[in-house]
């Protein structure tokens, strides 16, 4: 329902990717950018934030576990002037959950961040989290892999701001293809949360 431009970074990829991303031919909206090693899903996004000429950003892993479809739910509260900062909110189930430990460890994160902020969102590592660039790039966010996530949430709600939540269709992907993100990064995840709600805002 609006001007749209997708900024692709190849973060690394060691098969085809660049190969097909540089097969599309849609040069007026579509930037390619590559990183000649991988740098993490932070670094990623941190590189397309700062191409992006769009006045919002929101975030789409090529992994084929969301669906571009419910792009324009998240878009609808900002043009109906209700929100500046969207998340899409997953409702996992049987046939969509990778593991249960999966569901309860993006859970437990969900909870801390409640917790420490005093705030009420359903989903902090939905990936699908759509807000004004200049927002984004402003909160400097450092983290370069999938800790990018609790690190903006944490910033967010540190601000007092609170997502607007619309629900979104997943499928989670098994290890055999792809699946990447262990326990290791819910750790690093709490982390990130606790340092941030400690750490003195800046003036």
Not at 150 to 166: F, H, M, N, Q
Request: charged share 30%; aromatic share 10%; hydrophobic share 40%.
């Amino acid at each position: 329902p609006c001007e749209t431009e997708v900024v692709a970074v190849d973060d690394g990829s060691r098969d085809r990717s660049w190969e097909v991303l540089q097969s599309f031919e849609d040069n007026a909206r579509v930037r390619l950018i590559r990183h000649e090693r991988n740098k993490g899903k932070g670094a990623a996004i941190r590189t397309a934030a700062k191409a992006a000429t769009g006045d919002f950003v929101v975030v789409f892993d090529a992994d084929g576990e969301y669906d571009a479809a419910d792009l324009p739910r998240l878009l609808a509260p900002v043009l109906e002037g209700k929100a500046q900062v969207v998340y899409g909110s997953r409702s996992f189930g049987s046939h969509s959950a990778y593991s249960f430990w999966y569901v309860m460890g993006n859970k437990g994160i969900t909870l801390a961040a409640n917790i420490l902020f005093n705030s009420y969102i359903s989903d902090l590592e939905t990936c699908y989290k759509l807000l004004p660039r200049q927002m984004y790039l402003d909160m400097n966010i450092r983290s370069g892999g999938f800790g990018m996530e609790a690190e903006l949430t944490a910033k967010l709600l540190k601000k007092g701001i609170r997502p607007y939540e619309v629900p979104i269709s997943y499928t989670a992907r098994s290890r055999e293809e792809g699946k990447k993100i262990t326990w290791t990064d819910g750790v690093q995840a709490l982390w990130l949360l606790g340092r941030e709600r400690v750490r003195r805002s800046r003036r």
